[in-house]
């Protein structure tokens, strides 16, 4: 079984992953958070095999918190879904720990392979097509 503990702030996002990741993965276990504080709880509360969060906002808040989950927990793979997709962006996520970046506008095959790619262990940075 894999175990992935999703955040994002948006209802709609969660599900739509959750669907997309349950269809490829039958024998996946997603659960959904909304907020930071909730993350910090179920990382120390549950084993998970990924993080998949849209925790780095515009404000760049979130890059503090990635570096701190990176800390606690250096194994732990977090792919970040973002709807920046600029190539700073990009690599401000890598140096802050990110296992991967994909932005929401991707496939869905997109996230399917990225999340394979992040599980074997490998770093995936979706190109950016276009400039936000």
């Known amino acids: 079984m894999i175990r992935i503990l999703l955040a994002d702030d948006y209802t709609i ?3 739509g992953v959750r669907q997309i990741l349950t269809q490829a993965y039958p ?6 958070i909304e ?6 709880d179920k990382l120390r509360d549950t084993p998970w ?3 998949i969060s849209d925790l780095p906002g515009p404000d760049r808040g979130g890059w503090a918190a990635l570096q701190r989950i990176r800390e606690d927990y250096p194994d732990l793979p977090v792919l970040i879904l973002s709807l920046y997709t600029r190539e700073n962006d990009l690599m401000q ?4 720990g990110a296992s991967g970046y994909l932005g929401k506008d991707a496939a869905p095959d997109e ?6 790619q992040i599980l074997e262990g ?5 190109i950016p097509a276009s400039q936000n």
């Open 111 to 116: 996230l399917v392979w990225a999340v394979r």
């Open 122 to 126: 490998k770093k995936y940075m979706a």
């Open 27 to 32: 024998n996946v276990e997603i659960e959904e």
């Open 93 to 96: 996520a890598f140096r802050a």
């Open 13 to 15: 996002i969660r599900k």
């Open 35 to 40: 907020d930071g504080e909730e993350l910090t």
């Open 49 to 51: 095999d990924m993080i």
